[in-house]
């Protein structure tokens, strides 16, 4: 990646909190789109590790230094909320903000991981699997961004697998009342938990038009697939949003099933491209940032 220009008093800050902070990969992605958008006279993106429990003085910070747009990544998504002056529709469904706007200090917080996680999709050439049957494997952080992203699309179901029962039934139960309830167009998304040893899982996976794995056990190829691959038809999209590996245990088995298959990393791309966009009021170019990625 080139260098990036001489910093200024008239460089704008955008950046990215955590803790920690160095392993994240979202400087190197947005410095190499600010400099492929001739930004980088304007902008710089940088790093903060933020303490536990120092996130208000760092919200009071950037809005003394005028900072302009904050990533923010674990253990920060739920603390900032707080802070906020206004959140996005997405970011108060999924209950957590990755993404921060300073505005005449003001602080917009929003969540780009579900529209990022369709993007990435789209970009493949495959679409929103619209009124039909979708299974996500995993409860987590992420499996609720995906949850909230598929049904605000318009699918018809979604089954949330987990080994912990307890936590796809109540990840399920949680996001089914919060999005119905506000839910104004009167579509209803049928959403149901259930384990990885129910028996209602094999039937489920095998007519799903989109299997999502959202468990980062995905990311350790010896680790034994969540699900049995003989449940997989070629009809079905396999997505895996873990990316390292960018081929993962699943989607090599996938693919030799003959199903399309989506990697993760076009879903760390696209978030990271709506944030700066937000910010910059520019498209970023995707390719520039997944091949910094890369």
Known sequence: MDKLHTITGHTKIVGVIGAPVEHSRSPQMHNAALIKAGLDYVYVYVPFHVPVDAVAEAMNGFKALNVVGINVTLPHKQAVIPFLTSISREAELIGAVNTLTFIDGEVHGENTDAPGFLRALEETGASVPVDKDVVVLGAGGSARAVVVALALAGVRSVVIANRTVSKAVALAEELSEKINVQEETGHKTALEGMGLQDSQLPDAVRSSALLVNTASSSMDTSHPLLIDPNWLQPSTIVYDIVYTPPMTTLLT???????????????????????FERWTGVEPCVETMRKALS
Do not use: N, P, R, S
């Open 253 to 275: 088995t996938a693919a030799e099933k003959g199903c399309k298959i989506v990697g993760g990393i076009g879903m760390l791309v696209h978030q990271g491209a709506i944030a």
